[in-house]
Structures are given as structure tokens and as C-alpha cells.
């Protein structure tokens, strides 16, 4: 326990101790702010054995800095803001070891600057491996600088750090005094690093070592791979180019904020995220909120140097000038496929011109086109935030100079990102012949005017291309999965017996019972896919004397092991989910909950949560209750197993009986859903089979199969929802955890009603969700069972996703659930791989009084910020799941080709979706695919019936959307890029393989 | 929490400088102001309060008078440039008059008031400057007010805010932190150990209640100690101004005022 003490802030230093500016409101008026510092000596200056300061904590830098070439008594680097902003990739590799000292200043200022990289460098501070003390020199009474009149924010930083470095250097000197008869104490050094020349030279000027960081770095025995790592800065030109003072700018300038906000809130620009074509890298869109179609942005200099994923600002052409998307489909691999990466010199100049005028003819348009399909179309004048990250790129080989494996020369060359949604990157490096076949990291730096390409620079390496390895690391970056292991702060939240944990004996003492009931002697088994570990949901019925029926859902209880605000709980709310790939799984709890204390296995006691209907026998519900509980399951069923025991009418025990009562309670709920207008949506789900566990090599791939067991868990997951998304919301309006699905917006089915009129002559009616599913189901071709799958698919496409809310943040009528037509809904039954259920489950016990809500929970900006963290990890996770499937399933059709030994590839059925005016998309829906035939010939193209020609030897042949078309499937890998690469070809109605 | 400032940052400091635990400067003018019997200026941090105590006086009002006691008539002044932004306060706005209903309920079982029976005290509480803990400061400023007019009383009347950031308890809030923060204001009686007001208008988890309410509790005492020290100095710069006078005040007498 603290002592509680009155500081003393003396008059006299009023000046240091008291800062006045003004702020100007939101509404305009300009308000003066007082604010107080009390400025103390007890800072420590976190050296170890420091007789000054007495920091005792573990985290302390030793006490004789590190050793390094320049300094032979050892060294601490103090960087300042520029590094951290250019260099974080620098300061986070693990080869950089030096003993920082990092300033309260520098993290201000990098939190101003950037939360992203503010939040990286927090998570730095955290790391182990790294030692990092933080001096809050703002506190210290040596080294509180306030700002001088004329001085802007920036130089009065730069001050600060200045006079702390020179602090440090003396209080070492201090602290270290040479004692008569010994030799003189080694006293290190401590090493300003920074980018800014000018802080440098006045660093210098006053008896500082400054270091620039390449300088710095040059010198370390590492020098060759932290080298790379350097990014690129415009402060002092690492190495100027020749060319860039003459060159000519590509790109507009852009627009100054304070342009772009005033635009903005004037209606006369718009903002929005800018998303890139993946058909067509010449091509993006920006939706904003003023038109119903997203804005067009065409050609390189409209998109005006956005990156998928930026917020932009666009601004809108005169509607004369508007224009359809196009429908072709272009690939950047080929099209740029000899832009010089060097761009030295006059070469590059005329190569330039070349490739713009190539460019050009690829943004033609036919003026005549299709009025109805006009879009709104702009150019981008101005980017509000960069969304840059790390890329898993691969390097482009024809962009190497040298291709001699031991050449250290630094080389400038091309690294081709692995999502079509992105532009190449130009990168230097020294290790180009190495990284040759690897899949590496790259982020982007910088952006000029007068590049073609962003800049970047190399992160690290991921492994060789194919490796499975490489693979599915490259895949969780690429969607943002957190896959490190568990640390140890969040294992140490577990329950100290491990594995033995079990359920304590039923008396009073043990707080596990408390507030629980006791529901052991219940029928209650699971019913889970074959092979699952986590089982998280277990259900009983039971026929009352009443005449009405019991039935249960009983969820495993994570709440009592994850408690709130624990770095359990911190991790589980960062991760999000638990996300699924073909062959791997990444858990969002440490596996021993969930895949032992928390999962309701069989044959053992196990806490749980439970919602308890009473029904009758015609589903309605009479009353609901929740309540924490211990159950015992009695079985784990897979859905076959259980489909056969139901059917099986040998089968006369209670279990049995349990099982059937559930199914014909599910069916009376599945058909008042059906009437309430719920949604039968479909995407294409495959499964993979693996040859074996330990070589995961996939054998083959099918289709998922549904039976009435599925739809038996379904419904009763959903019903529990739906009650626990009533009673949360009802006990906490303002912030409860809520999941809606807002209804699409017309717009987005016109295209789909468009092309079944006048493919098939169906009418798709989108005024309810009830019309959509009814005639959904009209949408059946005889010959052709597929088809309404085909264009259900498509119609789910169309379809906003669902989303989690916090019930106090959006208006109440708009909680619906479209897709269910559940007035309100939430998730609750599965804590184990989502959190936004270990929130509801909170909630819940709240609600019913079982255990207080934690503070966090109450606060309706936490649960929002909770939610957009979820809700985007919920959908990479999504992204990621099926990004694996596709990676198995392009290692299926390779493994089926080499076996077969036919090399001409797979031949499957497939439909076609789009027309190009230069190909077709098709979709192979046994394989759950989709792929883009080319033709290299001149076809005609219909937009207005969706239709394509193409010259045949028997005349001219006629494919349109929806037709049905068999195609050969092969894998091939890019010669450039080593892009694993599934190639189509037409093989019916007409071979397309020579055109 | 997308504000810029943090509230407590990793290394334990809140954004002034101080820590979890401790207290603003507090500085103590006991010096005469005028005409009233007995006035205090007291500061803590940037919050600055002016407290002049007039009576015990007969009271002007029939009405008001109370046959058996004194009656304590509080009254509340918000300078317009006290705040940031300036703003005039009206005599009957409700957060001014609750401050002062507060008070008043506050002082009435602490002063003496039955020494006085038929008489008023009048206090005028004057806001010079604002930067949260405003309560506290009234409170602690009248008490010190009272002492110096001479008027009977119990105990000491000490308050401190106390708040709480997600688990971590604060003591002594600025605006910043009152805005970000829940608190409770608690004003003890230090030599008693009695509660003489708990006051909170914003929710504060009812886990987290007990450790504050402990805290600014014991903070209190700590207070006291330093607005003990400003009364006994005051006391005796008195006393030894008087003595200087050399008219032979008995310096060991228990009343060396009436000696003369």
C-alpha cells in the first residue's frame, strides 16, 4: 500500500510546472486550459545498480549498456519520433538488441502521429526479449522542458529529447564516481539516435552523440540483415536517386487536409474506404454514403496512389463524364511485366511513356455504353489514412539485376503481393538473390508523386513458396490472424491443477457451487461434427406431466475461467476467434479449456450454463429460464450417429427417446422460422480430406453433407440466442451484446434480377426476406438440381453481412437479424471459439443475478470498441478459412493431375457467373471454386443479355450467365512470381484452349 | 478510449505528474480579508477558493432565527473566469445552490451552533478558480474559515475526491480526470474518524466502492495534519505579534487575549 502524500508544486517554478493554451471546441469557441505538472525527482532512470535511483524492477537495462564498436564502455540508444515512425520494423527485429531508452515525449508524439505504430511500440515496451525502460522525462524535474515562445510543438520535442540524452550522459557520470585507489568506472554512453539532420547537427553542437540509424546500424555486427530492414525516409536521401529531380510527377498532388475536411463536410468531395478491382488493377471503387452506387475511380492517376483499404477522399466528376466499370478483365502481371524496377536514367523515362500509353489504351471505353450502367466516377484527391501493413509479397525475378546467389549488392527490385487488390512494390535490398522463390514480408513506405510504385522495404521471411509452412504463416498475416503461442502471463490465468482439474464436491464451501444448480442426473448428450475437441453446446429434452416439454441448451461455462480484465481475457478479446483452417486451428482460449475443462465431454462433471425452456408441443414457448449449472453428459454423438440412433427404431431407451423429442421440436421451430421469412442462404462448403495427419496432403475434396441432426443443433442454438439476446438487452439497454443482419439494400440485387429476367425469365422478388425466400425457391431448373444453389450463392453475395453491436450505439429498430428474421439475436452457445458469447455470458449472469458485471461492460465505448474489434476479426478469420480452403484445394487438383499422370488437368462442370468482354468467370461448385477463362482472340461481347460469342469451326457458339460449361483445371505456377495459379480452360461447348 | 490523454499511464503516473496516491499542492491564506470575522483561501491545485465567515451575528431575518441554535446561511459565488471558458453563473443555478445545501447539511452537526441560540453565521464561499474537486475544496475552505472566526466546532471537517480508473484507485482528481473518471467525495472528521458527508453522481461499480471510500478516508487525515499546521501557525504569528507589544500578556495563561 502506497503512502498518500501532498505533492509540493513551489510557486516559483510556476512557469515549468504550469502550461496555458487554448483549444478550440468543436462548435468553434476557443477555451483557455490550465494545466498543472508536478514535476519530481523520483523518476528512475531504470540502470540497474543505479545509487540514485532504486529500480528494482525487472525490467531495468543492465547496468554497463551493450556493447558495440563505437562506444567500447558499453551504450543505450535513445531514439527519438522520427525512428520509431520510419523504423519500427528495425526496432521490433529480433537481431536488434541494444538497450533502449525510450522517452514519454517520443511515445506522445508517436501516438499523435500514429495510433497504429503507438500501439506497436506499447506492445514493444511488453516484449521480453527486448529491453526497453521508459523514462517519463516530462516528470523529472532535470528534464522538463516547456515550450519557448516561437518554437513549434516539433523543436520543443526535439529540445526535450536533446536535454534528457544530456541528462542521462551526467547522470551516469554521477552516479558513477571513480573511487581513489581503483581504476576509473567504465561509464557508457548514451547514443541519440535520429533521422532529422538538423536535430542531429544541434545534438552535436551541444557535446551529444547523434547517430542517424542507418549509421548507427552500419556498424553492428548484424549490419547485413538490419540493413534491409531500413526503411526508406526522405529526410536526408539514403541514396538520391539520379533521376528525381527531373523527373516528371506521375500522380496530382494532393489536396491539404484542411481542403479536404472543408470538401468534405461541404458535400463537395466524399470520403469513404477505397477498394481495388481485383479483375482489374487499372480500376477501383469507393463507396460513399451520398450516391447508391460506390464512386469509379479509373486509370492510375484518378486512383491517385490508393491502396485497398485507405480512407480516401474522392471528388466527383460532372455526370457527362461518368462511366461504366469495364469489362475487361486485366492483370497486372502481364501488362507491366517489363517495367523496369530500377527506373534509372533516361531509359526509364521513355519506358515510362511507353507503359502510360499502354495503360491508356487498356482504359478505353465505349462512349455509347450502356447509359443505365453509368456510375458515378471521380478521381481520389486526397487519402485522410494510410491502412498500410505488412504484405506477404513475392519477389519478381525478371525485376533482379543479378541473379549470382553470394551478390550483397544493394539491387532495386519488384515484390508482387499475393492479394490481387494490390500494387507492386518497389524494394531494395541486398539479399534479392536469396529471397528468390521465398514468400516474404514487405510493408510500404512511402508513396511519391513522382513513383510509379510505392516504396517499401523488406520485413522478413516467411519460408519457401509451397512450403506448408510458409503457406499458412503467410496466410494468417495476410488476414491478420493471431497465431502466436499463448504467453505465459495468460497460461498463469489458468487453473493450477491442469488436467486434474475437475468439478469439486457439492457442498457450500466451494465456490464453484455457489449460485449453481445441480443438473447432473439429466439426459443430456452432445452432437458435434465427427473429430470435434471443443465441444461447447449439449442439449436434453424431456416430456413434463403437464403435458408440455422440457428442453435445455446447455453452454460450457468459459465465464468461470476467463474472468474479466485478466490478460486471459485481454488475449481471447484480441484474437476474437477461434479460426478454423483445413489442416490447423487457432484456438482463441489456451486448448486445455477448450479442449478439456470447457468442453462438455462425455461421462464427466462439467460447469456449464443453461437456458431451460418450457414448450409445448407445438414449439411455443411457455417460459424460459437461464441458470449456471454442473451437468454430466451422458453421450457425444456425431451427426450421423445421432441421425442413426434416431431412426433407428430398436433404439427405445430415454437417450433415443430425448433425441427424437428434440428433432420434432426443432422441425415446428424450423417451419415457424421459414414462415417468419428466414433465409435459406447457401455458400459454397467443401471438405477436405487428408491423406493422413501426419503428411496432410489432401486426397480429395467434396461437398458438405447436411442431415437432419445439423438442423436439430441449429435450431435449438438459435432459439437460445434469440432468449438470451431478449433478456440481455432487457436488463442492460445501453450496452448489451447484440448480432444483427441488416437488410441489403435494393440496389445490390439488380444486376442478379437483371440477369435471371432475362437469362431465365425469373422474377426475383427482394421487397421482404419472406418474398426473397419464396421466390428463391422458385428458382429451380428441372434438368438441373445445382442451379438453385447456384443462385442462392449469388444471391448471399448480394447480401450485407452480419454484424455484433452494442444495443446502446444504433437505433432499436434496426436490430433485426434479416437472414434469421429473429427480431433481435445475439451469440451466446459458443464461448469457447467466440467472444463476443463470453461477453453475453457475462452479461447474463449479470442479468440473472448470479455474479456482478464488470465495470468494462458498463461502459458503452468499451463494448463498441470491443465489437469493431471482433467483428473484424470475425470476418479475416472468414476470409482466412476460406483462403486455406482454396490454397488444399489448388494442392488437390495438383495432386489428382500428377497421379493421373495425364497433366492435362481436372475436367469438372462448371456455371458460368460473369461475362468479359475478354473472358468468363466460372464457378465449379463441386469444388466450391471460382476461376476466369481468357481468350486470347476477339469474341463478341453482349452486355446487355450477359451473353459472349466465339468463333467456332461449326460456326459461331453462344455462352451466356448461367449456362452450364465443362472446363479443365490446372494449377500452374507463375514463372515470375511463383503464384500458385489455377488456370481454366473451356473444354465445352467448345474447346478454348487454342484461342 | 481514443482520447489523448491518459488517465494513468503504464508507469503509474496520471497526466500531471503525480501518482495514484498522491494529493495536490494545497496552500492555506488564513490572512484577514476585510470586514469578516474569519476567511480562508485555500488552493488545491489549480482550484482556488475563497471562504469569508461573518458571525455568529443576530439574525437579520425573524424568520430565519431558530430559537435554540445558531443558523448556519450559506452562500455560493462561481466567479465567471474561474473556468476555462467564461461563463456567468446565476444565483439560482442548481448546481450552485446544491453546493451550497451541501455545505450547509455538511456543517450543521459540526459547528456549535447551540452555543448560539437565535443567532447566524454567514458563509460566503467565492470559486476563484476551477480544476475539479470543487466540493472538497469548499468544504475544506469553510472549515478552515470557521476555525478562524473562532467558532466552536467538533472536529476538523476534511474532504478529498476519490476516483477510479478501471481498478486502479485515484486520489485528488482534476477536471480531466473528474470528466474520464467515477468519484466519490468523502469528508471525514479526522479525530473521530466520523463521516460527515459521502457525495457521488456518477456510477461507480459497487465492488469498488469500499477501497475508495477507505482511501479518501485516510487521505483526509492526511489533509488534516497539513490545514492543522496552517491554523496553529497562524495562531501563533497571532500570538507572537501580540507579544511583541510587551504589555505583559501572560505568556503561560490559558487566555492571554482577556489578560490585558
Redesign the interface.
Known sequence: M????????P?SEAVIT?RKFF?KTARG?V??????????DDVSCGIRGCIACHSSLEHSLPASGAPHPSFPNGHFVLPDTNIFLSQMDLMEATLFTPPIILL?TVMEEV??RSLALYNRL?AL?KTDDKKIW?F?N??RSETAVIREENETPNDRNDRGIRKTTEWYNSHLQVTRPPIRGQAPPKIPAVVLLTEDVANRQKAESAGITAFSMKRYVESLPEANQLLDLLAVTDSNGIEPTRASGVRQPLYPEYLLTATLAAGVKAGKLHQGYFNANQYNYLEGSVPVPAFNKPVLLIGRENMNRAVSGDIVVVEVFNEKEWKAPADEVVDQDTTLKNDNAEESGDEGEESDGEMAAREKRLVKFEESARSAERQPTGRVVGIIKRNWRAYVCHIDSTSLTSLNATSLAQQTVFATPVSRLLPRIRLRTRQAPMLIGQKILVTIDRWDINSRYPEGHFVRSLGKVESKEAEQESLMLEFDVRYRPFGKAILDCLPPEGEQWVVPLKDDVNPEWKNREDLRQLLICSIDPPGCQDIDDALHARPLPNGNIEAGVHIADVSHFVHA?TPIDNEAADRGTTVYLVDRRIDMLPSLLGTNLCSLRPFVERLAFSAIWELTPEAEIVNVRFTKSVIASKAAFTYEEAQIRKDDPNQQDDLSHSIRLLNTLAKKLKEKRMKAGALNLASPEVKIYLDSSESSDPIDVEQKELRETNSLVEEFMLLANISVAEKIQETFPQTAVLRRHLPPPKANFEKLQDILMKRRGIKLDVSSSRALADSLDTCVDPQEPSFNTLVRIMATRCMLSAEYFCSGSVARDTFGHYGLASAIYTHFTSPIRRYADVLAHRQLAAAIGNS?LH??L?SK?HVE?VMDVINRRHRMAQMAGRASVEFYVGLALKGKNEREAKGGGVKEEAFVIRTFRNGLSVFVSKLGIEGLVMFKKEIKFDAENYTITVPAPSGEVTIAVFDKVSVNIQVEKDKNTQRGKVKMSLMSPIDSSDL | MSSRVEILNDGGYRSDGRRQFELREVTINLAQQGHADGSAIITHGLTQVLVSVFGPREAKMRSQTIHDRANINVDVNVAAFSAGERRKRSRGDKRILEIASTLKSTFEPVVQTTLYPRSQIDVYVTVLQQDGGLLQTCINGTTLALINAGIPMLDFVCAVTGGVHSTSPLLDLTTLEENDVPHVTVAIMPKTGKVALVTMETRLHVDRFEEIFRLAGEAGKVLHREMKSAVMGRTSALVDAMGSQGTGIDRDGDEPMNTA
Open positions: 502506497d503512502q498518500i502524500t501532498i505533492k509540493k508544486r510557486r504550469q483549444k469557441k477555451i483557455k486550459v490550465l494545466r498543472e505538472r508536478y514535476l519530481r514519454q501516438r499523435h506499447k515496451t521508459v517519463y516530462e516528470y480484465d456482478p465495470p468494462s458498463h465505448s470498441h
